[in-house]
């Protein structure tokens, strides 16, 4: 079974076919407009340097490892330097975690390739705007969030009902682990984590 990108069909596709699904090695995540909702709440401390806050959504936090339970590699890129974001990274386990203020992502994302040793064509990425654009060209599974603009949703091979910011990338991510059959095993397996079972009952 072969799935057309977005532009290619009479609309957008919200299920991933299994085979494109078991094939995504990495899942790149743009952060403002896909881990955040595009806003930045700007302000001053004290000491009059600058303070930066964004918001995070919690489900895609979860998303987020539950790919890495899957043995999916995940990777923030954004091409706006910010504090929080590398905060919330670190808070997720998330190695690969790249700010370019040149927004020079194709230059990241190689190097991410390199030490992975992948090829594109195992990169799924989620972006919502035309900074994502030249990379979601090149990777084999390009996806955008439900509100990203209509230049990179014509590349799109999936979209989400989520806007950036609001689930979008737990939308992705259950949609990438259904499509390979590992969603309901990693669910027990988070439930038992949380609730403790299995440690030496």
């Known amino acids: 079974m072969t799935q057309s990108r ?5 609309g ?8 494109i699904a078991k094939k995504i090695k990495l899942v790149v995540l743009d952060v403002d407009g896909v881990l955040t ?33 899957a043995g999916i590699e995940v ?3 954004s091409g706006r330097v910010s504090q929080a974001t590398a905060i919330r990274a670190r808070e997720l386990g998330v190695v690969e975690c790249h700010q370019d203020g040149g927004a020079q992502k194709i ?11 992948l090829d594109w064509d195992q990169v799924a990425m989620l972006g919502d705007d035309l900074p994502d654009l030249a990379v979601l060209r090149r990777v084999g599974v390009p996806a ?14 999936w979209q989400g009902k989520c806007p950036g910011g609001r689930g979008a ?3 992705f991510s259950e949609a990438i682990l259904r499509a ?3 969603w309901d095993a990693l669910v027990e397996d988070y439930v038992t984590a949380r609730s403790g079972e299995g440690e030496g009952d």
Do not use: C, N
């Open 144 to 157: 955008v969030v439900a509100d990203a603009t209509p230049e990179v949703r014509r590349v799109a091979l």
């Open 12 to 19: 957008p596709s919200h299920i991933l076919a299994e085979e």
């Open 107 to 117: 230059r990241a994302i190689k190097g991410i390739l390199e030490r992975l040793e």
């Open 75 to 77: 990777a923030v890129v």
């Open 180 to 182: 390979r059959g590992d």
């Open 37 to 69: 909702d595009s806003g930045v709440y700007m302000g001053a401390l004290p000491d009059g340097e600058s303070l930066e806050m964004k918001r995070f959504d919690i489900r895609d936090g979860l998303g987020m490892k539950l790919l890495q339970w």
């Open 169 to 171: 990338v737990r939308e």
């Open 6 to 10: 977005v532009g290619d069909g009479p």
